[in-house]
Nanobody, 127 residues
């Protein structure tokens, strides 16, 4: 089993920054790919950023590319999402997810491919 707990969400003005954290426990941190999904009211859950199993591959959705950075700290079993230059359209619940089955360098974009999920953390960007 893997437990994921997100933190770091909140209210920020447009142009500001937030850093989300996802603390993982239960399995070796390096044994799975990690991702941040987000879901705004009335919209489908979408992949915002992902990071592969050991190898350092990352993926960013076009709307966040150049503004968000996903990273991980193996010593702390934690994945981060640094969000800069935030826009009102970034407002959503952000979920941390773990994929235990993908190839070493692969990042899956579909939510159904992920095995474990955190509870979500709200990010609200005001104009």
């Amino acid at each position: 089993q893997v437990q994921l707990v997100e933190s770091g969400g909140g209210l920020v003005q447009a142009g500001g920054s937030l850093r989300l954290s996802c603390a993982a426990s239960g399995r070796t941190f390096s044994n799975y790919a990690m991702a941040w999904f987000r879901q705004a009211p009335g919209k489908e859950r979408e992949l915002a950023a992902g990071i592969s199993r050991s190898g350092g591959w990352t993926y960013y959705a076009d709307p966040v590319k150049g503004r968000f950075t996903i990273s991980r700290d193996s010593a702390k079993n934690t994945v981060y999402l640094q969000m800069n230059s935030l826009k009102p359209e970034d407002t959503a619940v952000y979920y941390c997810a773990a994929d235990l089955n993908s190839p070493w360098t692969t990042i899956m974009v579909a939510a159904r491919e992920y095995d474990y999920w955190g509870q979500g953390t709200q990010v609200t960007v005001s104009s």
